[in-house]
């Protein structure tokens, strides 16, 4: 008897059909005696036909008017999923972000989750309801409606779980867990059935599709058990994101990934002064944009050159902001190359491993694969390669990782 | 230099090619130096295609879930009527009922407004912005969200303009005013320039679709001239709803209307004792059954024959509820008459001028057309006819007080 917090996802809701299985997952814990908090994403494709409803008004985003416009899309499933459970004679109630509230900062449309309020939920489950929250979305301290960016509504499930002290959070979504690599690319792929905070983040931001950041994130720091389960392969036992890194001792590496659609900028004569590379930083960071990998490496003497990754859709905004501040931050040239892919391994403790690296780049030589960049951490090395490469790359490396005796 | 509210309806913004003209409309207030409250209505068919989903999940309506539902469509329309003023540089921002806050009771479906808390518009006027409110939605003292029940966007937006204290509030709609009569059914209808709150009340509740019943009750109560226009023909000059009667007095009659869908209910035999017929109603008015017109007919000398009219749609749930209470009403026998339509003329004073019953009387008679409920009021005489006859009727008497030199 405790609280279990379930979140499914855009394709586990997206019909009437779909919403039936969802109905089945909830009431085999009503029926545990379990207290049932719901999160729910917008309904298949309908963020997206929002915002291509959005495109037709204005090719630019005003953020406050986007949040109101696509949280309607969370707001849709929760009714109709509190609908169905009361047709099916269980006590349900939908709530919008703002009605809980969970608070958020104000920035609109990526915006950050600072408080959930628990009393309306507890009183809710305590006067026995199923609790259906609508996922991917808050509200500011000034009353707007604030969204969480894609896939925030891993992000609102597992930090109500951690507001509610809840027993574990499973979600579900149309895969069965967690993969060593893309199964689509990959076909003798293995399904990892335990991970940890760390790697699981790692997978994330690495372009696995499967958690959000953030909401890993969050478990990780409230120590909530994750469970990546399907929502249609019940016989699947799925992945458990924790802490407990000891499964995971025996192996080398959990997995291989791919992030396409990178692009990279290199500042080329950087003044070579205390503050410049910060002011470089914060000025993207300002704007937005995220960075991913950065490599600094020394030219002349009075100027340095820094290449760095960012996504390719905020390629031509960043490229513009470092044009009007060419000459405050006394660059000489700005060099760019799209259509790149970072392929990445991630496990624990391959910094230890001297092999582990060496057996990367050996994969990718022996498939005549080109490396533009590479970084190192912890738990991870990632390369970029051309875009064409990336899948024969994740093939390759996955192949001499878990395909290969020898080893 | 004052607040003018404007409501836009469903048909108003069903395309971004209509927003474009109510953005031309406010923006042409703006440039008045006027400040603009716009309140919008879902787009088009939105509401419909909800409900139609809705019912896919349950033929039963859970109220509270229902509400959470429909009102999505009015945040879609704020949402885009936002961005396209603010991408023609205009200060634009959207707000939801419970932002504003829109207080109402809990009567979900068919709230009503309590209270309206005028501080963040008034703060958002006083700062340079439009504001672009959604209609027909509120919220209630237990931050769930209400609706208004259809064409509740008219309602929004007098309460508005009364909170305000606004100017005036202009109806903009797909007919460019009130016509004597509907345009598809008599060919020689004439618009009215002016009529009272109290008229347009009786047109409103007898089926002229023009404006919504409770919008009207409030103008009168603040007296906010209310203006009907059209979105689309910019030269007409549409119809004001004021107090000022005096320009009526030239007219005897202002209108013909009909409205379809009316099913008679006959209560033969019912106890002729006092509290009788006080029980019928509360009970019926405890299940939120509208009951329009009521006749009552002596019978036996100890009982007594009363008949009513409701709503087709509230047709089956009333005789449901009859039959349950028949014991309890000691009614001997409950009958109903489907498809008939009540067929009305409005005007101020009708009931001091006798010629007036007798000319619809006559020209009902004059077209063979059975009449089988008859009722009056100060500003309006109704008959029931049936629904194959109505259009007929309607004609008939449009020809005989609006065409005719000798009347």
Redesign the interface.
Known sequence: MGIIVQKFGGSSVAT?EK?EKVSEHIIEEINKKNQVVVVVSAQGKTTDR?IA??K???K?V?P???D??V??GE??T???L???L??KNYNA??L?G??IPILTDSNYTNSRIRYIHNE?INEYLRTGNIVIVAGFQGIDEN???TTFGRGGSDTTAVALAASLDAERCDIFTDVDGVYSADPRIVDTVKKIKTISYEEMLELSSMGAKVLHNRCVEIGKKYNIPIYVKSTFERKSLGTLVTNKESFLEDLTINGVTKDDYISRITIVGLENKIGKTYQLFKLLSENSINVDIIVQSFGEHITKDIAFTVKMNDLARTLEILEENKEKLSAKEILHSENLSKVSIIGVGIANKPGVAASMFEALYENNINMHMVTTSEIKISVLVDVNDSDLAVKAIHQKFFETENY
């Open positions: 009437l919403l929002l409803e959005e037709e008004v204005t630019k005003y406050r008017e986007h109101v416009l949280s309607v707001q849709i929760i009714a109709k509190a609908m169905l009361k047709s109630v939908s919008c703002w009605q309306t009353g707007n409606i």
